[in-house]
């Protein structure tokens, strides 16, 4: 089962990478969605692997919340572009 | 053959092409491609990856099923929302109705597409666009 947290770290550094070269805000926004996706996962596989339920709740709420504040921070972002 | 090999490959299956899903859309985040190029991919096959994967999870350890769901709700909804407050966001910058696009000519000028009229940069003439 280790397998597939190897693989998922191993796709994980793409975003990251991109992230990190980027200029462009957008990209970078893209990049930082798809990376809080991605570890959130990462989160509810180790909590199956370990069988812990705690991790799991953990990862849920990462899932959730990051991905709403993510869109909130993309609505401040195109405001402070506007002004 | 047992039902839990069965399970078993059958979780390791979801799980894997989950992974393929991921890899596939995460890919095109290295091109030069623009930003609704790389959301659309992106949104599609993060979406559909992480919830095979969670699926698969599912049938690994079934006891988990209130968590597991809610993951599976959760990733349903916030990743399409995500991704259209993202391509809204990027696209409309701040025109009303965020109504412009932009792109290049075949002769290299840029024309961006305001209000249904095209503009273009190479010469000030304005070209009417009906329909």
């Known amino acids: ?83 | 053959m047992n039902s839990s090999v069965l399970i078993d490959i059958f979780s390791y299956g979801c799980i894997a092409v989950g992974l393929w899903f991921w890899l596939w859309g995460t890919w095109p985040l290295l091109g030069h491609r623009s930003v609704l190029y790389k959301l659309h991919g992106l949104s599609v096959a993060d979406t559909l990856g992480s919830m095979l994967i969670v699926v698969g999870l599912l049938m690994k350890i079934p006891r988990e099923w209130p968590l597991l769901m809610l993951a599976l709700i959760s990733l349903a909804i916030w990743n399409t929302v995500l991704g259209y407050v993202l391509a809204y966001c990027a696209v409309g910058h701040g025109h009303g109705h965020g109504e412009m696009l932009e792109g290049a000519d075949t002769q290299g000028r840029t024309v961006s597409l305001r209000y249904g009229k095209l503009f273009s940069s190479g010469n000030s003439r304005e070209v009417s666009h009906d329909g």
């Open chain 1, 1 to 83: 089962m280790s397998w597939v947290i190897l693989v998922m770290i191993a796709i994980l550094v793409i975003p990251i990478y991109e992230a990190a070269q980027d200029e462009d805000i957008w990209q970078r926004m893209l990049a930082f969605a798809s990376i809080a996706t991605k570890t959130s996962l990462m989160i509810l596989v180790i909590s199956v692997l370990r069988d812990d339920w705690m991790i799991g709740v953990v990862g849920v709420l990462i899932l959730s919340l990051g991905n709403a504040s993510l869109m909130l921070l993309a609505q401040v972002i195109r405001r402070v572009n506007e002004s």
